[in-house]
């Protein structure tokens, strides 16, 4: 856009071409008219756009959990930024990308993750389990647990964003049944704790899916 009070046009207003003429404030204002399309979009360009809308779409329903899971791997950029950039990559390489499960990440590192993931109903609760800590990985038995359960049909997400700590072996998602009910993805992964370092994949675990519970 451009603007001059005393334009050689004087105080006309109309269109010439692709630009636009005003006057606003005083001033004659030029404008640019944004070009049409004149060819329909290609099926893989309509493929990539649905893809886009669809990845922008679950990353802005579980934004408050992939800004932890993706934190420590960020790099010029922010870790809503990385998570977009790597669930779409999985989602154009995902063998089925109908099952969120089969594509989405909601963190990226190389911290241990969990063994013997299980999923049960209690009471009306989403509760999660998993396997207790070997010898080896005691060291990690104070990680803070970041869990995720999105409902499959709907925009619903429900967290636990660290209320658990790793050598608990059990995560609760509490909610009462009026506001917790259909199909739930549930998604699991560990931070390591108190620690503020940037950069450093080994402080997360990469996300695991711990199954799918309807209620």
Not at 17 to 32: E, I
Not at 71 to 84: D, G, L
Not at 86 to 104: E, F, Q, T, Y
Request: hydrophobic share 35%; glycine share 6%; net charge positive.
């Amino acid at each position: 856009m451009a603007s001059n009070k005393d334009s050689v046009f004087g105080s006309y207003s109309g269109k010439i071409g692709n630009l636009t003429f005003y006057t606003m404030n005083g001033k004659t204002v030029v404008r640019t008219l944004p070009t049409q399309r004149k060819r329909k979009p290609t099926d893989k360009e309509v493929k990539n756009r649905n893809s886009f809308a669809l990845v922008m779409a679950t990353m802005q329903r579980a934004k408050s959990i992939i800004k932890i899971g993706f934190a420590h791997v960020a790099r010029n950029r922010t870790a809503f930024q990385e998570a977009m950039s790597v669930n779409l990559s999985a989602h154009k390489n995902a063998i089925d990308r109908d099952s969120m499960h089969s594509w989405l990440q909601l963190s990226s590192g190389s911290r241990q993750g969990f063994t013997e993931l299980k999923t049960t109903v209690e009471d009306g609760n989403i509760v999660l389990t998993w396997a207790e800590s070997s010898p080896i990985s005691r060291a990690f038995e104070n990680d803070i647990v970041m869990v995720a359960a999105l409902e499959t049909n709907s925009n619903a997400t429900y967290f636990s964003l660290g209320e658990t700590k790793r050598k608990e072996h059990r995560c609760v998602i509490k909610s009462t049944p009026s506001t917790l009910s259909g199909t739930f993805d549930l998604y699991i992964f560990a931070v390591a704790p108190f620690s503020e370092t940037l950069h450093n994949a080994t402080l997360t675990s990469p996300s695991q899916w711990a199954g799918t519970v309807v209620l």
